[in-house]
């Protein structure tokens, strides 16, 4: 069975631009979490989808950031216009139920120069 | 708010020594408590939780956690640490992650 899938590994890009990151999750999950860990600091909770609905965006740092995850599969991140405080690893996982054990991707580096 | 705390950013032992992780987290009515597992260049991976029932878990590769709800902790042991299991270690609660604990091991 497959796990948890995100592209790219690594993406640098220079401040103003946009960068779109993807998740696969794994199938049969209705849950996906996307989470980001900036400079060696704490793992931090950015999103939740249940299927295709968010069911908690709190964690969303600004407007710059916009998440999707149409039909319920495959979920997007786009940053838009990238600055360089968003600078760090952004980790997808999926699990079966809320709460649950996430089995997670291994992350997309994100460099902003 | 609920957090996790990890006290130890850095920890090094030697191989064979035992091993303990402390994780402190804020009181919430229901613990859903885990330690996931980072080793370079990989994605992180689950090694246990505690939901309800026995409040001594064991995980993969021969680690275990204690849920002791007076202290409000979750420390991770392991008998006899190996060189594989120099990584990077997290506990969280529900959503919320501690900063880590990166873990050094000598020869």
């Known amino acids: 069975e497959a796990g948890v899938t995100q592209f790219p590994s690594h993406s640098v890009i220079e401040k103003g631009q946009t960068v779109t990151l993807r998740c696969d999750p794994i199938?049969?999950?209705?849950?996906l979490y996307w989470y980001r860990r900036v400079m060696g600091k704490e793992i931090k909770f950015l999103l939740h989808?249940?299927?295709?609905?968010?069911?908690?965006e709190s964690g969303m740092p600004n407007n710059r950031f916009l998440a999707e995850r149409t039909g319920g599969t495959y979920s997007t991140l786009k940053v838009q216009p990238a600055e360089l405080e968003d600078s760090g690893v952004y980790f997808c996982?999926?699990?079966?139920?809320?709460?649950?054990?996430?089995?997670f991707g291994q992350g997309t580096r994100l460099t902003v120069v | 708010a609920q957090s996790v705390t990890q006290p130890d950013i850095h920890i090094t032992v030697s191989e064979g020594a035992s091993l303990e992780l402390r994780c402190n987290y804020s009181?919430?009515?229901?613990?859903?408590l885990f330690w996931y597992v980072q080793s370079p260049g990989q994605g992180l991976q689950l090694l246990l939780k505690?939901?309800?029932?026995?409040?001594l878990v064991q995980g993969i590769k021969g680690f275990e956690a204690e849920f002791k709800r007076s202290q409000s902790s979750f420390n991770l042991r392991k008998p006899s640490v190996h060189w594989s299991d120099a990584a990077e270690y997290f506990c969280?609660?529900?959503?919320?992650f501690g900063t880590g604990t990166r873990l050094q091991v000598f020869p």
């Open positions: 996982a999926s699990s079966q139920g809320d709460g649950r054990a996430a089995f």
């Open positions: 009181y919430g009515a229901t613990p859903y």
């Open positions: 199938s049969g999950h209705d849950n």
């Open positions: 969280a609660h529900k959503l919320i």
């Open positions: 505690y939901f309800s029932g026995d409040t």
């Open positions: 989808f249940v299927k295709e609905s968010k069911q908690d």
